[in-house]
């Protein structure tokens, strides 16, 4: 069992930035791909990166390449998301997933989810 606890989410102003962090339990993290997924009222969740369990591999969501990176501490279980370049559009709950050691793109990929933590980018 892994328990994930989202954390840096707040409100900014477009142009600024944003850092989340995800903790997560258990002493197998290195083991876990982690994810990063948000969904915006009225929206499905969407994929927003991946990172695999040794931190070699990322994947991105094209509407945040370049603007958004993942990362990750295994001796801290944590995975962290910066954020720059905010737009109006990146507004939603973002949530950290634990999967596969090399995850995708697809929810199913993932076996565990935190609760969220809100991002709101005003214009």
């Known amino acids: 069992q892994v328990q994930l606890v989202e954390s840096g989410g707040g409100l900014v102003q477009a142009g600024g930035s944003l850092r989340l962090s995800c903790a997560a339990s258990?002493?197998?993290?290195?083991?876990?791909?982690m994810g990063w997924f948000r969904q915006a009222p009225g929206k499905e969740r969407e994929f927003v990166c991946a990172?695999?369990?040794?931190?070699?591999?990322?994947k991105y969501a094209d509407s945040v390449k370049g603007r958004f990176t993942i990362s990750r501490d295994n001796a801290k279980n944590t995975v962290y998301l910066q954020m720059n370049s905010l737009k109006p559009e990146d507004t939603a709950v973002y949530y950290c997933?634990?999967?596969?050691?090399?995850?995708?793109?697809?929810?199913?990929?993932?076996?565990?989810w935190g609760q969220g933590t809100q991002v709101t980018v005003s214009s």
């Open positions: 997933a634990a999967g596969f050691v090399n995850p995708g793109a697809r929810s199913s990929e993932y076996k565990y």
């Open positions: 258990g002493r197998t993290f290195s083991s876990y791909g």
């Open positions: 990172i695999s369990g040794s931190g070699g591999s990322t």
